[in-house]
């Protein structure tokens, strides 16, 4: 008799929903050595490749040497170091805001700062394609939730047509969609608002270290300013290349966050290790300007690539097995496969002939909407890139013909 357990993992293995790991057996960079053999790796958010850059690996050793390898409790207990206010303090100077803080995650920090800010009495409007913690939080906060369209602006006014029913209420969205990799109309969003006396927060998790001449996120990139309905949620983990999460923003919020979000006083707090690399991470972005701006000219690269690949017929837009290329924004770049079954196929394809890059299924996309998420860094040589689309044009243009 099979076990309920067994029951569900036979059904996701018939929908081609069943996920295993690839097992990572070096550093992380444009290529990894994956069951003993070296493939390029496009799927990673580590934009500007400071995951193994000598003086974040540097710093890192250096905090463990001193402080050892754990904080030892909660921010509130023993676990708040002269190394996470450091690294607060550079958050705010490098976000412009007056304060920030920082968490063990940025899953945790969404988790945590959502229903702080809000609850029963409260309204939260969030887009339809946030990613899942924004989701999470904004579900276990207990608030009044409602979806818009993705980046339906229309429809985001009329459900704050009765915003005056709510004690408070926030605005939710990504600034940079993490499986489109569009970029949300920030300067409209603050616009609205304004106008409805909400907070706009905006996770800057895939924004931060990316977007604005500087790599400061949507802010810079729109040349706006701080404001005092605009909270901002990021996270070391991707362009930094390190871990955790963070808040900036208002000292008075900050301080409210540390009496009131459960996921900063009951988790134990970030290491020194991860901690001094994500200082050196921060100094870095300013420091090496040339990696932002090697950044853009392999995404234009890549984007290019794509294009030329699709003029030479490999997915015509009209073809049964068309391969549509979103109007992405930045150096996430999906290709659209449709099933779940097509899209397994296709990764392991690109597997077996050295390009590592995952079938992005339901529940991350909608149904139909299975993808090949192809994600772009600063340290991905021409070559590499030239490699990759070889390869991309190779095997869909070989399944096509099938």
Known sequence: MLTPFETELDHLRSAGLYRTLRLIESVQGPEVTIDGRSVLLFCSNDYLGLANHPEVI???????????????????????????????????????TESAVVF?????????????????????????????????GCRLSGAMFRIYP?????????????????????IVTDSVFSMDGDIAPIPELLEIAQKYDTWLLIDEAHATGVLGKHGRG??????????????????????????????????????????????????????????????????????????????????????NGMKEVGARGVYPE??????????????????????????????????KNGVFVPAVRPPTVAKGKCRLRFTVMATHTKKQIEQCLERVEEIIGKERNC
């Open 318 to 351: 009209r073809s049964r097995r068309a391969v549509p290329l979103p109007d992405s924004e930045t150096p996430i770049i999906p290709i659209l496969t449709g099933e779940n079954e097509r899209t397994l196929k296709l990764a392991e394809e690109l597997f």
């Open 104 to 136: 063990s995650s940025g899953y945790m920090t969404n988790l945590g700062v959502i229903p702080s800010l809000v609850g029963e009495k409260d309204l939260i409007v969030a887009d339809k394609l946030n990613h899942a913690s924004l989701i999470d």
């Open 150 to 170: 993705h980046k339906n602006l229309k429809r985001l006014r009329e459900l704050l047509g009765k915003r005056k029913q709510y004690r408070r209420a926030v």
């Open 218 to 303: 949507s802010l810079e990139h729109f040349h706006l300013s701080p404001d005092e309905h605009l909270i901002q949620i990021g996270t070391f983990s991707k362009a930094l290349g390190s871990f955790g999460g963070f808040i900036a923003g208002s000292k008075n919020l900050i301080a409210y966050l540390k009496n009131t979000a459960r996921t900063f006083f009951y988790s134990t707090s970030l290491p020194p290790g991860v901690l001094a690399a994500s200082i050196k991470a921060v100094e870095i972005i300013d420091k090496e300007p040339e990696r932002l701006k090697n950044l853009w000219k392999n995404v234009a690269r890549f984007k």
């Open 58 to 96: 540097q710093a890192s050793i250096e905090a463990t040497e001193r402080f050892g390898t754990s904080s030892g409790a909660s921010r509130l207990i023993s676990g708040n170091m002269t190394l996470h206010e450091e690294l607060e303090r550079k958050v705010a100077q490098f976000k412009g």
